[in-house]
């Protein structure tokens, strides 16, 4: 079974109703310290985390005395512009003690539907993890619509485990797991500590309504839990009320996992391989090489350049007789790629007028035929 002791890289979804009471709607201070120190400790045993948090209109309602009736789209977005800053302060606060800084993303589900985008979220938060920085994730609720929205932070926290390859998502929640029906409701209901696969069994014992200050229901979360699963992440749901509710998780404490049948790695290899490519890019000698002893593709290395692609589509990747070497995500337009090809990344900014990335084709953007060169 799935746990944190051997997770290398963990999304944990914060929701509103933890971080905030309810009837005062102030922060819940000591429920985020303990928190922190959960994540301090996970971090010492060298565990990427990312938390994915709610609560920046929560916190802006109790600011400007808003209640807790759902509000027009325009006070949504005020309560958003108004909480942020103290959702951020507050994270800012309860990690700093530990040594651990912290840093703020906000996206909207468009930056996950272009590749765009959701290769500039990927690089910022990769960036960012490799500086030893904590990133907190909220949905950019200022300016999102009910068209650019996820709506919930269940199946955000799965998208943000999915472009950043995860391996553990946790989703803290007001109940410990999936039952088999709800137990509120029947008395005969038993939690299902294992899911191996989802079913359509699966989620019809999955409820709609949210409760309090949470927007998200359980069927949100099976949702989420197939978002990441497909894509090699294990997931659970658990309880997340308790003082360090990741410690006790990590201890045992009830729970419903998502079991992934592959690794993030190669769920995203295997993405990418079924991608229709939009060009190609030819390479010399060295460059297959390069790329045999798992290194990214530098400009340097590439010959020549064909299609109409843009920054994020797929291309082939040719050797120098036409032969087929893989294909990968490239990080720049085929106009701007035939500029800078056979040149050093250092000379990328004259070229471009701008300093674009090094690599044209990152490794982990990228799969190669020969299964030896994997």
Same mark, same amino acid.
């Given at each position: ?6 997770? +290398? ?5 914060? #929701? ?25 400790? =996970? %971090?010492?045993? #060298? ?18 005395? =808003? &209640? ?22 507050? /994270?800012?606060?309860? =990690? ?6 912290t840093g703020q993303v906000l996206v909207t589900l468009e930056d996950s539907e272009d590749r765009r985008r959701y290769l500039n979220s990927r690089a910022t938060l990769e960036t960012l993890l490799s500086l030893g920085v904590t990133p ?7 300016? *999102? ?5 996820? @709506? ?12 950043? &390859?995860?391996? %553990? =998502? ?8 999936? /039952? ?26 999955? @409820? ?10 359980? +069927? ?31 201890? #045992?404490?009830? *729970? ?22 939009? #060009? ?24 020549? *350049? ?15 007789? &036409?032969?087929?070497?893989?294909? @990968?995500?490239? %990080? /720049? ?8 090809? &056979? ?10 007028? /701008? ?20």
């Amino acid at each position: 079974m799935a746990a944190l002791s051997d997770a +290398k890289r963990l999304v944990v979804k914060i #929701g509103s109703a933890l971080l905030v009471d309810r009837d005062s709607g102030a922060l819940r201070a000591n429920w985020l310290r303990s928190l922190a120190a959960d994540v301090a400790a =996970l %971090r010492a045993r #060298g565990t990427d985390v990312i938390l994915v948090s709610s609560g920046s209109i929560a916190l802006g309602r109790g600011v400007l005395n =808003l &209640g807790t009736a759902d509000l027009p789209l325009e006070q949504s977005q005020a309560a958003a512009a108004v909480g942020q800053i103290r959702l951020a302060r507050a /994270y800012e606060e309860a =990690l700093e003690p530990h040594g651990l800084v912290t840093g703020q993303v906000l996206v909207t589900l468009e930056d996950s539907e272009d590749r765009r985008r959701y290769l500039n979220s990927r690089a910022t938060l990769e960036t960012l993890l490799s500086l030893g920085v904590t990133p907190i994730v909220n949905e950019n609720d200022t300016i *999102a619509t009910d068209e650019i929205r996820y @709506g919930d932070n269940d199946r955000l926290a799965a998208q943000v485990a999915v472009t950043i &390859g995860a391996d %553990r =998502l946790v989703l803290l929640s007001d109940v410990d797991g999936l /039952y088999t029906a709800n137990p509120s409701e029947d008395s005969a209901a038993t939690r299902m500590d294992i899911v191996d696969s989802i079913t359509s069994q699966i989620m019809a014992m999955a @409820g709609d309504a949210g409760s309090g200050l949470s927007k998200g229901g359980m +069927k949100t979360k099976v949702m989420a839990a197939r978002i990441a699963t497909e894509a090699g992440c294990a997931m659970a749901i658990t309880l997340g009320s308790p003082l360090n509710p990741l410690q006790k998780l990590d201890n #045992g404490a009830p *729970a419903t996992w998502f079991t992934a049948q592959v690794s993030p790695q190669a769920a995203r290899k295997r993405w990418i391989a079924a991608m229709k490519p939009r #060009g190609t890019v030819t390479i010399d000698a060295g460059a297959i090489k390069a790329l045999h002893d798992g290194r990214s593709l530098l400009p340097a290395g590439v010959r020549a *350049a064909s299609g109409a692609f843009q920054r994020g589509d797929a291309i082939a990747i040719l050797g120098p007789e &036409g032969d087929t070497i893989g294909q @990968g995500l490239s %990080r /720049y337009t085929a106009a701007e790629t035939t500029q800078i090809a &056979g040149k050093r990344s250092n000379e990328i900014a004259d070229i471009l007028g /701008y300093a674009g990335r090094a690599a044209l084709i990152h490794r982990d953007d990228m799969v190669l035929q020969d299964r030896n060169a994997q």
